[in-house]
């Protein structure tokens, strides 16, 4: 079994067939054989085995290497495995993962069987898990493990080292890079790496190692605000602590990532005009798929219906010059093309930090002129694009096509001004009233303007051609 | 000086006033009254300076403070801080740098100055640096720092860790969480954790202790790539390996958080529409910002020119049936609101790896029945609010006020399905031409489907309506 990474021939494919031969004739050998392989593997391998293998499979594990494949494993399929095992078999392989990933997997459970396990496991880690469960799953708090390392301040640095071998020795397999320092009462005091800790001089008293400075955040930080500061201070782990700066738990930037990927994935469904998945794609089921995304759409379709009112509002000037007409869709789509280019600029900065809701002046001073100048763009290519039209015979604009293509050209420079503003202030409205300003979606904001775009068409056409056309 | 994180209120609005009297009357006092704080902070303290007093701060930092500040700058700062210093004073802070950011830094400045400072360096970091600066810096050679710990496998665990607590007190600052044992032709052969080491019995060998199975890259590999391994294994470090499966360095995990954000910044400004910035928002010039909007919006504009000759086409009909323009938003809006979604969900599951260019017939069976019933729901609203205007006599549809009815309900139901299909296509047909799927913007979807919408309205229209009213 070559247990290489491969992303065009997926070690999964390769390997199955083996494995169900092995599992029916000679399970006893999978521990032993796949000894080497990364649980992230041996988790992609049972998510490709038939369901009523997984099972088995997991049991022809050793009992930790089975606790850590579970870690990695579809959230899905975990949740089918534990409803599958008995309480004691489940409560076995909970109590050998992460204090943190058991309680996301309990978490997942319907609450008769979390209950269940909960009281099957040992009192301490009973009571560690309850005191994980009562965060918010969203928050530092729900993100944080308590296998971390703290050590007394008063150490010196060879009674810290012995102390962190000791930990080490007892299991503690997260958040191990970092090692904080404590006072009496267990609250932070210091922080330093664990290659400080090695290359200190012996006899250093951890206080004076250590790091004073030490970034932190409260249980109820939101994850989004916990991924900004990991990064901003590049960070393996982030320390949470309470009021009284006690230290509860750590963030380790495993568990970061999967937030910055899961927050980028629903922002970007979200900016796609839908609501975010809660599974990836080619996992949710028809009706997921349908309920996210027919509320929005309904939303705007009803919305658009408002422009049909507008359209009948100048459907006898349209009668009397048609072929206004042929430019509805441009400046409809031009102002819908420029506000989801701002709304996406905004949306993007707000979500890293880069702007703030009393920065909305400044976006204004920008998109201003930028939208004026885009605007004078595009409405000097529908200029041009009409006079070529009836200067070369293809198409028939009468004799005021010059008033007709400063009429479109016109309405362009404005329909991309006020597309540019609504959509970079759109995410700015969201937020301050509260809502998630990545809700400011493409189609939202298209539709938002689509109603703009039509009356300053028609009403740009009604003074220039009037007695004239009109 | 509180260095605490607040996010209401930024550490360097607190301290400026304060930081620029000290340079001004006791520059000797600022290196010692910083020396707690994180080097990410003095970076946020010296971006809120007034220009002029940048490089005066820095050096008023011990030189490794003054690196590590560095390391945190804005990069369009930093290139201008080595810019203002003399070739001396540049190198003698580069060689303070990591390796990697070294290069980095390196990169973004002009040639000329970027040799001079090169050619400063020690012979042992200029030849380093240069073998980093050979590989393009969208690659994992780009990414990787060659500050990282490998040990022969052959010593035990105790010489192991005398060898690495001598690299640490030599100053290695990065990768050092990770512990790489490698053969006598320096080939990788395998890894263990700095907690393993110290949990390990004495007198093991490094190759009985170190896991043989290697998440390894090559250094070509995109950095795309790169952070899906490193989230899929949920490592610290991912070593670079050339073919013979030498270790060339390693990609320490703060680089691919960054790789993250900027990839998710990037794709969002696609989808918005547009070229992907450079620069975070709020730093681009009206220049950059009009250059990467301006070509996508044009392209757009022109496309969308096409609309104008398929509406002429139709102008004689919608002459007689002048009723039907009023539709017309609705219908094109409803076709590029169903492709954005669509889009947006491909683009995101190819991002995270979760759907391959294989997977598109996988992608087609899963959109005709959520675009058919997406289409059906649409439809009918479309269809009850024609039908109750009518009723109530909001507007009077005339007398086949129901066949306009079914032709604005079945032209929703045909155009949400092209709307589904195309959007969700687009982005493999894209990939599969050898461009970026992210490309697939929902304007550009938008816009490929508004011909459709119009052909598909005004074709259902005549075949609907030729006898009553056409």
Same mark, same amino acid.
């Given at each position: 079994?070559?247990?290489?990474?491969?992303?065009?021939?997926?070690?999964?494919?390769?390997?199955?067939?083996?494995?169900?031969?092995?599992?029916? /004739?000679?399970?006893?050998?999978?521990?032993?054989?796949?000894?080497?392989?990364?649980?992230?593997?041996?988790?992609?391998?049972?998510?490709?085995?038939?369901?009523?293998?997984?099972?088995?499979?997991?049991?022809?594990?050793?009992?930790?290497? #089975?606790?850590?494949?579970?870690?990695?494993?579809?959230?899905?399929?975990?949740?089918?495995?534990?409803?599958?095992?008995?309480?004691?078999?489940? #409560?076995?392989?909970?109590?050998?993962?992460?204090?943190?990933?058991?309680?996301?997997?309990?978490?997942?459970?319907?609450?008769?069987?979390?209950?269940?396990?909960?009281?099957?496991?040992?009192?301490?880690?009973?009571?560690?898990?309850?005191?994980?469960?009562?965060?918010?799953?969203?928050?530092?708090? %729900?993100?944080?493990?308590?296998?971390?390392? #703290?050590?007394?301040?008063?150490?010196? !640095?060879? /009674?810290?080292?012995?102390?962190?071998?000791?930990?080490?020795?007892?299991?503690?397999?997260? $958040?191990?890079?970092?090692?904080?320092?404590?006072?009496?009462?267990?609250?932070?005091?210091?922080?330093?790496?664990?290659?400080?800790?090695?290359?200190?001089?012996?006899?250093?008293?951890?206080?004076?190692?250590?790091?004073?400075?030490?970034?932190?955040?409260?249980?109820?930080?939101?994850?989004?605000?916990?991924?900004?500061? *990991?990064?901003?201070?590049?960070?393996?782990?982030?320390?949470?602590?309470?009021?009284?700066?006690?230290?509860?738990?750590? @963030? *380790?930037?495993?568990?970061?990532?999967?937030?910055?990927?899961?927050?980028?994935?629903?922002?970007?469904?979200?900016? %796609?005009?839908?609501?975010?998945?809660?599974?990836?794609?080619? /996992?949710?089921?028809?009706?997921?798929?349908?309920?996210?995304?027919?509320?929005?759409?309904?939303?705007?379709? @009803? $919305?658009?219906?408002?422009?049909?009112?507008?359209?009948?509002? +100048?459907?006898?000037?349209?009668?009397?010059?048609?072929?206004?007409?042929?430019?509805?869709?441009?400046?409809?789509?031009?102002?819908?093309?420029?506000?989801?280019?701002?709304?996406?600029?905004?949306?993007?900065?707000?979500?890293?930090?880069?702007?703030?809701?009393?920065?909305?002046?400044?976006?204004?001073?920008?998109? !201003?002129?930028?939208?004026?100048?885009?605007?004078?763009?595009?409405?000097?290519?529908?200029? @041009?694009?009409? @006079?070529?039209?009836?200067?070369?015979?293809?198409?028939?604009?009468?004799? +005021?096509?010059?008033?007709?293509?400063?009429?479109?050209?016109?309405?362009?420079?404005?329909?991309?001004?006020?597309?540019?503003?609504?959509?970079?202030?759109?995410?700015?409205?969201?937020?301050?009233?509260?809502?998630?300003?990545?809700?400011?979606?493409?189609?939202?904001?298209?539709?938002?303007?689509?109603?703009?775009?039509?009356?300053?068409?028609?009403?740009?056409?009604?003074?220039?051609?009037?007695?004239?056309?009109?």
């Amino acid at each position: 079994m070559p247990p290489r990474f491969d992303k065009d021939r997926p070690l999964a494919a390769l390997i199955v067939p083996d494995l169900l031969e092995l599992l029916e /004739q000679h399970p006893e050998s999978i521990g032993p054989q796949t000894e080497e392989m990364h649980p992230a593997d041996l988790a992609d391998l049972a998510e490709a085995l038939p369901e009523e293998y997984v099972r088995a499979f997991l049991n022809a594990l050793p009992r930790e290497r #089975a606790a850590a494949v579970l870690e990695y494993l579809d959230e899905e399929l975990r949740t089918q495995v534990f409803e599958e095992l008995t309480t004691r078999e489940a #409560a076995s392989l909970m109590a050998e993962m992460t204090p943190d990933e058991r309680a996301d997997a309990l978490e997942e459970l319907d609450e008769e069987t979390a209950d269940e396990i909960l009281s099957a496991l040992e009192p301490a880690e009973k009571a560690e898990t309850e005191r994980l469960l009562q965060y918010d799953p969203y928050t530092a708090g %729900g993100l944080m493990t308590t296998e971390f390392v #703290a050590v007394d301040e008063n150490l010196t !640095v060879e /009674q810290a080292l012995r102390a962190v071998r000791a930990m080490a020795r007892a299991g503690r397999r997260e $958040a191990m890079y970092t090692i904080y320092t404590v006072d009496t009462s267990t609250r932070l005091r210091g922080v330093l790496s664990l290659r400080e800790l090695l290359a200190a001089p012996e006899g250093t008293r951890m206080s004076e190692l250590a790091w004073s400075d030490v970034v932190s955040v409260a249980p109820d930080t939101l994850q989004e605000e916990v991924s900004r500061v *990991t990064s901003n201070y590049d960070l393996v782990a982030l320390p949470v602590v309470d009021r009284e700066k006690r230290l509860l738990g750590v @963030v *380790t930037v495993d568990d970061v990532i999967d937030v910055i990927q899961e927050e980028g994935t629903e922002d970007a469904q979200k900016f %796609g005009g839908m609501e975010a998945l809660e599974e990836p794609y080619m /996992q949710i089921g028809l009706w997921q798929n349908l309920r996210k995304r027919g509320g929005w759409l309904s939303i705007l379709a @009803v $919305a658009q219906m408002f422009t049909a009112s507008v359209m009948a509002h +100048y459907e006898d000037d349209l009668g009397r010059v048609l072929l206004l007409s042929q430019f509805i869709p441009l400046v409809m789509s031009s102002g819908g093309n420029s506000g989801s280019q701002a709304t996406s600029l905004i949306i993007r900065a707000m979500a890293l930090g880069e702007v703030r809701l009393s920065d909305w002046w400044r976006v204004v001073l920008r998109e !201003v002129p930028a939208g004026l100048i885009l605007g004078l763009l595009l409405g000097a290519i529908a200029l @041009v694009r009409i @006079v070529v039209w009836d200067a070369f015979g293809l198409y028939d604009y009468g004799p +005021y096509s010059t008033t007709i293509a400063f009429t479109v050209g016109l309405t362009l420079v404005g329909i991309v001004m006020v597309g540019s503003i609504t959509g970079s202030m759109l995410p700015f409205l969201l937020k301050r009233l509260g809502f998630d300003p990545a809700s400011a979606s493409a189609p939202l904001v298209a539709t938002l303007v689509d109603v703009s775009a039509i009356t300053l068409y028609f009403g740009l056409a009604y003074s220039l051609l009037s007695g004239k056309l009109l």
